[in-house]
């Protein structure tokens, strides 16, 4: 369970850093400074072929419009969800909260990097939105883990962005009242046996996800303890089971000596 988590943040905190270091590789290219959305588009369409778990990519002004993007998603990122007067101001990298879309249950969060003229004022700010939902799901199928295992992300409000099986019942729903997403909120990391969000007892592993200018998120991986004691249980035994033959062959071999001495 430990492993797990702690492989969940590590594979965050890389993908962040590859995020950040693409905007800031961004923001150095005179194609994004012009006044020419066809040539700032042109660029972006090349490079977000090249970063599956990039939806988005664009160049948003200080009022708030979309100076140029290229996208594979069907909707448009608003300025809220960019931090994008936090950008401005602070001129480093930003990260807005994570986002539900209703109408297909995906999770998103965007970053952010301030586009600075040769003046030194920032006036506008490259950005990305990555695809959390896609993040989750193949690292969750690029790791063995038991049968029955639920994995679940959670935001700093307690609302589940991600959740594996059974997302679609879950994602997109507020539960901080439920003691499993009490105990995340409050602990940040650890194990503990607690009832699942769907009722069923669960030991649990969790961790925070943490990342500079990331919005706080939690990770947990769940499974029924009858499961996680089912191997060992059954090494005991079979470990019984050799027990029980090597003193029948040593009460057998006792027996035949005795006899050859006699």
Same mark, same amino acid.
């Given at each position: 369970?430990?492993?797990?988590?702690?492989? %969940?943040?590590?594979?965050?905190?890389?993908?962040?850093?590859?995020?950040?270091?693409?905007?800031?590789?961004?923001?150095?290219?005179?194609?994004?400074?012009?006044?020419?959305?066809?040539?700032?588009?042109?660029?972006?369409?090349?490079?977000?072929?090249?970063?599956?778990?990039?939806?988005?990519?664009?160049?948003? *002004?200080?009022?708030?419009?979309?100076?140029?993007?290229?996208?594979?998603?069907?909707?448009?990122?608003?300025?809220?969800?960019?931090?994008?007067?936090?950008?401005?101001?602070?001129?480093?990298?930003?990260?807005?909260?994570?986002?539900?879309?209703?109408?297909?249950?995906?999770?998103?969060?965007? %970053?952010?990097?301030?586009?600075?003229?040769?003046? *030194?004022?920032?006036?506008? %700010?490259?950005?990305?939105?990555?695809?959390?939902?896609?993040?989750?799901?193949?690292?969750?199928?690029?790791?063995?883990?038991?049968?029955?295992?639920?994995?679940?992300?959670?935001?700093?409000?307690?609302?589940?962005?991600?959740?594996?099986?059974?997302?679609?019942?879950?994602?997109?729903?507020?539960?901080?009242?439920?003691?499993?997403?009490?105990?995340?909120?409050?602990?940040? +990391?650890?194990?503990?046996?607690?009832?699942?969000?769907?009722?069923?007892?669960?030991?649990?592993?969790?961790?925070?996800?943490?990342?500079?200018?990331?919005?706080? %998120?939690?990770?947990?991986?769940?499974? +029924?303890?009858?499961?996680?004691?089912?191997?060992?249980?059954?090494?005991?035994?079979?470990?019984?089971?050799?027990?029980?033959?090597?003193?029948?062959? +040593?009460?057998?071999?006792?027996?035949?000596?005795?006899?050859?001495?006699?």
């Amino acid at each position: 369970l430990l492993r797990w988590t702690r492989l %969940a943040t590590v594979d965050h905190a890389q993908l962040l850093d590859e995020t950040r270091q693409l905007l800031v590789t961004l923001a150095t290219l005179p194609e994004l400074h012009t006044q020419d959305p066809a040539t700032c588009q042109a660029l972006l369409g090349k490079l977000l072929k090249d970063h599956p778990f990039s939806v988005t990519l664009g160049v948003m *002004g200080s009022s708030g419009h979309i100076l140029c993007s290229v996208s594979s998603a069907d909707h448009t990122v608003s300025p809220e969800h960019t931090g994008l007067q936090q950008v401005l101001e602070l001129r480093e990298f930003v990260m807005g909260e994570y986002v539900v879309d209703p109408a297909n249950g995906r999770a998103t969060v965007v %970053a952010s990097y301030p586009l600075v003229d040769v003046a *030194g004022h920032a006036q506008a %700010a490259v950005f990305t939105e990555l695809d959390m939902t896609q993040w989750f799901y193949e690292l969750a199928s690029g790791t063995e883990l038991p049968k029955a295992t639920v994995l679940m992300a959670i935001d700093r409000r307690g609302r589940i962005f991600a959740r594996y099986p059974d997302s679609e019942r879950w994602v997109g729903r507020s539960l901080s009242e439920i003691p499993l997403i009490k105990t995340l909120l409050a602990r940040g +990391a650890g194990v503990e046996q607690l009832r699942d969000v769907d009722g069923t007892e669960k030991l649990f592993a969790f961790t925070l996800l943490e990342y500079p200018a990331a919005p706080k %998120a939690y990770i947990s991986v769940g499974i +029924a303890p009858a499961v996680i004691f089912a191997r060992p249980n059954q090494m005991f035994r079979q470990g019984l089971l050799w027990l029980g033959l090597a003193s029948g062959l +040593a009460l057998t071999g006792a027996w035949v000596g005795s006899d050859v001495l006699v």
